[in-house]
């Protein structure tokens, strides 16, 4: 039976959701205690054979704590099946249709984290075009922007100037770009961060971020800028 399997209950309880979901299912439900990881075997196998099922089930959930682990693994199956664009799409109805609007919001958060974490100019251009989404958060543009300046600097720069009227745009997400920028040329970071003098970016955490990654490189250089 799959809780007399250590390390492997997951994946054995996943296996025998495959080939017989009914009696997983009803093994499962039969336990006086809920067991987490016996519950993300069984989300990840009826993923695998019913994503959209398995969807409504864990939106279902009463548990909220439990709820919320299994977001995330109906984000991973989204991905594997459709790719970042597919979980993007989950969250996006999910906001749409479901009742529980805590759930629409994990949904998103993972859908988000999977995407910056894969292609984060994919998800610059998709938070770009759904800004009216009701979960949208100022750390979703932060991350994003952040991933971006690890690879591009100047494209997460360009970014934030396309949002800058987003009031989620703060000077805790251009100081993120600015810090990753100033890692590798903190003059041509210190220039741009210039040029948002007087704009709501340009605050204390802009300047910290900025200075802080700047003074790992010259110290003085980053004092006299500060």
Excluded: C
């Excluded at 093994?27 to 054979?49: A, D, T």
């Excluded at 790719?83 to 988000?112: E, M, N, P």
């Excluded at 100081?175 to 041509?188: F, K, Q, S, T, Y």
């Amino acid at each position: 039976k799959a809780n007399l399997v250590e390390d492997g209950h997951m994946w054995a309880m996943s296996g025998w959701t495959q080939s017989d979901p009914q009696a997983a299912f009803d093994y499962v439900q039969s336990m006086e205690k809920p067991n987490h990881g016996l519950y993300y075997g069984l989300v990840r196998g009826w993923g695998r054979i019913d994503l959209e099922g398995a969807n409504t089930y864990v939106a279902s959930l009463k548990d909220d704590r439990l709820r919320r682990t299994l977001v995330g693994v109906i984000g991973e199956s989204y991905v594997e099946q459709q790719g970042v664009q597919g979980a993007l799409d989950w969250a996006t109805q999910t906001a749409r249709t479901s009742k529980d609007q805590s759930f629409a919001g994990a949904a998103l958060d993972d859908a988000i984290k999977r995407a910056v974490r894969q292609n984060p100019s994919h998800a610059a251009e998709w938070i770009s075009a759904n800004k009216n989404h009701p979960h949208l958060k100022s750390w979703m543009f932060e991350h994003t922007a952040g991933r971006m300046a690890d690879r591009n600097p100047q494209a997460a720069a360009e970014w934030l100037a396309h949002n800058a009227n987003d009031e989620r745009v703060t000077g805790r997400v251009a100081g993120r770009v600015a810090g990753e920028w100033a890692e590798r040329e903190p003059e041509a970071a210190a220039k741009w961060a210039d040029t948002l003098r007087g704009t709501k970016m340009f605050d204390k955490e802009l300047a910290e971020r900025l200075a802080g990654s700047w003074s790992t490189r010259d110290s003085s250089a980053a004092l006299e800028w500060a």
